[in-house]
Nanobody, 128 residues
Framework: VQLQASGGGLAQAGDSLTLSCIAS????????AAWFRQAPGKEREFVAL????????RYEESVKGRFTVSRDNAKNAVYLQLNSLKPEDTAVYYC??????????????????????WGRGTQVTVSS
């Protein structure tokens, strides 16, 4: 599976953006999907995840209520809706996948090491 994230860009505080992650190759059904971000000089951090059926989502505390993760398995796509953007949301955003059975067996965590397939990131820059 290869992943390609898109939809980033320049935004002002309070604006919205929608990030897309399209997978090429086998279906993403059966995979847990996640979004991470990395700001300059900082560690990559977890943002959100969604289980393959969409039955469970998780969010990093600072984005709860502002970001929404979703997926369309038929389109091999995962999305991240970013609302009420803040300057501190500025980062490169990455999507990642892991087979859900493997992810669950490993503890179902939100560390970057819990996900084995990564796409190239998309830059989000938010000005105040």
């Amino acid at each position: 599976v290869q992943l390609q994230a898109s939809g980033g860009g320049l935004a002002q505080a309070g604006d919205s953006l929608t990030l897309s992650c399209i997978a090429s190759g086998p279906t993403i059904s059966g995979y847990c999907a996640a979004w991470f971000r990395q700001a300059p000089g900082k560690e990559r951090e977890f943002v959100a995840l969604i289980k393959w059926t969409g039955s469970e989502t998780r969010y990093e505390e600072s984005v709860k209520g502002r970001f929404t993760v979703s997926r369309d398995n038929a389109k091999n796509a995962v999305y991240l809706q970013l609302n009420s953007l803040k300057p501190e949301d500025t980062a490169v955003y990455y999507c990642a996948l892991e087979r859900e059975s493997r992810w669950t067996a490993a503890g179902g965590g939100t560390e970057s090491t819990d996900f084995g397939t990564w796409g190239r990131g998309t830059q989000v820059t938010v000005s105040s």
